[in-house]
């Protein structure tokens, strides 16, 4: 049995939680999103990330907006819409249970 894959699966089940728990306290560009994630060991490459941004984004959960750089072309800063505000409380919530669940069937 290949421990990888199912350590793969679990992180990709917590990229969506993780990210709009990023930007539940600042704007973020993408690139910044995934020095963050990789800072909290959550490795993901833009090939993963600009996906979800996008679906996020469709759903109504994200927004964003253009800021000039310094370092180039303006960058796209993605930010929580109430919706995802609301939506991230309901992930906020799931997540106690689940950990909660796990933590009592580990005993």
Not at 11 to 20: A, D, Q, T
Not at 23 to 44: F, G, P
Not at 54 to 69: A, F, H, I, Q, V
Request: glycine share 6%; hydrophobic share 40%; with cysteine.
């Amino acid at each position: 049995m290949n421990v990888d894959n199912a350590k793969s699966q679990m992180r990709k089940g917590m990229l969506e939680y993780c990210v709009m728990l990023l930007l539940r306290k600042e704007a973020c560009y993408a690139s910044d999103i995934i020095v963050r994630l990789k800072a909290a060991e959550l490795i993901v490459v833009e090939g993963t990330l600009y996906p979800l941004l996008t679906r996020l984004k469709n759903d109504g959960l994200l927004g964003y907006e253009w800021r000039e750089s310094t370092q180039g072309p303006p960058r796209k800063y993605y930010t929580l819409t109430s919706d995802g505000e609301e939506f991230l409380t309901q992930l906020d919530a799931a997540w106690g249970a689940l950990v909660t669940t796990v933590n009592l069937i580990k005993q």
